[in-house]
């Protein structure tokens, strides 16, 4: 031991101290993750499950952790379910691009086939909500008049009538519903991504999901009274426009009525003078 | 900033006045004003004035014979329309041709006036004296004159049985008015500080109006609104009874606190395994308040964005409002469903005058 102290300021010692750490990390890398493998739930497909591990390791455990356990910058993923890293990776929102307010969607990198893999391995860590089928997240029969009474009671006040989506607290914003597919939809509200409430099945059954789907999805068709559509956001961009272009064109036309006249013709200029 | 010395001596002129202009000569006050003639001008610049003016007088035309056309022609009612098609588009189709045609219409014949007065008729300023308002003694003393014959004439002076009971006759008619402002009643008494909740009355889901088991809420970061069970009809209690339900992580609730009547009341017993009721209501004007982020627990509103700490008793940590949301006491009913447990303890919403 009175050696190693001696010898601490030798120029190799760095590279020494690195190498041990190194070592370290890397016996305790194999350690951990060999006792993860063996401990998850073999329900799952083993190869689909063991293709999401390696992809997982990949792309997610530089935050997440390598065994999904959650790291000082991101949440663990345990009992997250499949339904929550579908929403996540499909849409784009995960891989996080940089550690912001709040992740926004952009195109994904991954295959559907990758996204379910990565599922399938965060589902075999245990529970959590599952990708729900597409009989689950079909419009066919649903009621659209309740779907809008539920969007108008639990979704209206973040994401708009229309489903344009509004600002939050500190930088967060509910996003625009437009470019949603009925499982994201879904997902969403199965899984409470972000700062957005669970809406579980207990306190909106599949059914009802299905109606709100079906309200969201048919609003997107509706016409837009006097051609445009101005966002769909309400009153904001209506009053801009009306007070920027609205007003602006009655001051301009006010200024024109109240400008002095011009006096074009000469001889007329020479008369008044 | 020091004034130049080329600047004329003369009063100082006042910050904020209009600089003095030249002398300028007031053609409206010389006797020898020029005269204008009303004949009309014959230079390009007026005949180029005069034919825009008759396309906008002309286009105003045909726009108004085309809001006519639109009004007879596109048939909005159901039953009137062709079959199959979309009563709504039909109306929007009709209100487009309406608008657009009235428009063009008011528009063109403003213009045309516009272009009409400022491009033809000639550029005279007129001023008009400004007389005193004041009528002159002579006219005075003879309305004088007038108004004491006519008094006398009527006989109202020296008949004082019929000047009363025509007073008499014209009170009530003036105090009518006043009896109307009764309508503004009556005072509300005490109906503000109290809501249809109540102890035992079950909270179902606004649109399924479904009641709910504490298991039915079991995800932290749950949020949904309620309302009291058998009021879904009832506009008026509605408005005060909507109550948001969020489910929190254990240990993410701190206890909140209220102070009632000088006593530190703790009202962790009002919550039911992590859920806990607020009102929908927001304290300052009362917007619907359920813009909840389960990340922070800030329940945002999207009128004024007050913003409440759900995590804390609902307290204000942003915005107007003067108050934190009332929370509703939860309890389990006979049958296990969410119920309250007596109705809220403040009352809820904005404030009022006597609320004190």
Known sequence: MSSIISRRRHPAAGYAAVAGGLVVAGVLYSALSGGGASAAAPAQDSTQVSQGHSLFLQSCASCHGLDAQGTAQAPSLIGAGSAAVDFQMSTGRMPAKELGAENGRKPTTFTQDEIHAIAGYISSLGGGPAIPSPEQVSSNGANTGLGEELFSTNCAQCHGFAGAGGALTYGKSAPSLNASTPTQIYEAMLTGPEAMPVFGDGTIPPAEKQDIIAYVIETRNEANPGGFSLGRTGTVTEGLLGWVGGLGFLVLIAMWLTARRRDHVKGESEQQS | MSETPEEPAGPRRVIGTPSPAPKAVDVRTEPDRPAFSAEPENSRHAKNAERIVAVLFVIAFFAGVGFIAAY????????????????????LRSNLALGTSLSIALLALGAGSLIWVRHLTPNIEIAEERHDLRSDPEDRKAFQREFAEGAAISQVTRRPLVRRTLLLATAPLA????????????????????????????????????????????????????????????????????????KFAPGELHVPTNYDGGTLVSTMNWTIDNIVAYSKICTHVGCPVALYEQTTHHILCPCHQSTFDAANGANVIFGPAARALPQLPLMLDSAGFIAAASDFTQPVGPSFWERG
């Not at chain 2, 088991?213 to 009809?233: C, H, K, M, R, Y």
Request: hydrophobic share 45%; charged share 15%.
């Open chain 2, 175 to 246: 105090l009518a008015p006043l009896v109307l402002l009764r309508d503004l009643g009556p005072l509300p008494q005490t109906s503000l500080r109290h809501t249809v909740w109540k102890k035992g009355l079950r909270a179902v889901t606004l649109g399924g109006l479904r009641p709910l088991t504490p298991a039915d809420i079991s995800t932290p970061g749950s949020l949904i609104t309620v309302i009291p069970e058998g009021f879904q009809n009832d506009a008026d209690a509605l408005a005060k009874a909507g109550v948001i339900l969020i």
């Open chain 2, 72 to 91: 007879v022609g596109l048939e909005i009612g159901i039953g009137t329309i062709p079959k199959g098609a979309n009563p709504v588009v039909a109306v």
